[in-house]
């Protein structure tokens, strides 16, 4: 295919995902901006008031990045899994698989819905912030590297878990049993200053601490781990996570249900 019908596919299968949030946005926009809206109020206002000042800052304003963050992560992997896995499940995906498209238009076009979907939610989620306390942004590229790099990895995440699921129930095992716990261990909530040695050096095995810490860094300018190797990680495993995603796509064994 030539490179102006690559981009023909690429932006038709974005512009599906695009319309199919868009049309459920009471599933897809509205519940993670009520749920963050609760956590701003519990922790933020609440548990915050008396919680007073984490690294130099107010809670209130110490959890902010924590949550816009784990609002992008979920939304961004959620997208991807139930929208590629839905294609699994009506076989629509073998009529793109059988056509002369390119598989990285495919899978681009799939990690672009997903990105969209987790850009558009933490917007949403950073306006409501604004509500309860003030931001701003101390480093830009930091900010911007760490949100699309987060959003990329994550979305690529749920495509990988959407190809090897074989029912409705496999594509929620991977964010039950491994997303939150390691979301609600990741520093959202806390410094590691306040942990001890032994579960500092635990944390630190966590990857999602340095993608809250990196973003903490780019809004707060706080950070309790090395941001340049934050930024490193992420753009490794983004490229580790896209040669998987595209070569189980190409391979397309485990594509049909």
């Not at 319309?19 to 009520?34: A, E, G, S, Y």
């Not at 701003?136 to 930091?142: P, R, S, T, Y």
């Not at 944390?203 to 090395?226: A, E, T």
Request: net charge positive; glycine share 8%.
């Amino acid at each position: 295919m030539s490179l102006s019908k690559k981009w023909i596919a690429f932006r038709t299968i974005w512009f599906k995902e695009v319309r199919r949030i868009l049309r459920i946005w009471p599933q897809t926009l509205l519940p993670p901006v009520i749920t963050m809206s609760l956590y701003f109020v519990i922790f933020g206002k609440m548990i915050g008031s008396r919680v007073g000042e984490m690294g130099g800052v107010p809670y209130m304003q110490f959890i902010v990045p924590g949550l816009i963050m784990m609002s992008i992560i979920t939304n961004s992997y959620s997208n991807v899994v139930s929208s590629f896995f839905s294609a699994k499940f009506t076989s629509s995906i073998e009529e793109l698989l059988v056509s002369p498209v390119s598989k990285h238009a495919i899978l681009m076009g799939y990690i672009s819905g997903g990105i969209f979907r987790g850009l558009a939610i933490g917007v949403i989620v950073s306006i409501v912030a604004l509500f309860f306390t003030a931001l701003g942004i101390e480093h830009l590229f930091v900010t911007v590297f760490t949100v699309l790099g987060t959003s990329i990895l994550f979305s690529l995440g749920g495509f990988i878990n959407a190809v090897f699921a074989r029912s409705f129930d496999d594509i929620s095992i991977i964010p039950s049993f491994v997303l939150t716990p390691l979301t609600y261990l990741g520093g959202v909530f806390y410094s590691m200053e306040n942990l001890s040695p032994f579960w500092q050096n635990i944390s630190l095995l966590n990857p999602i601490v340095y993608m809250v810490n990196s973003f903490r860094y780019g809004i707060l300018g706080y950070s309790d781990v090395n941001v340049w190797y934050s930024m490193a990680a992420i753009f490794v495993f983004c490229a580790i996570f896209y040669t998987i995603a595209y070569r189980l796509l190409s391979n397309g064994s485990r594509v049909r249900l």
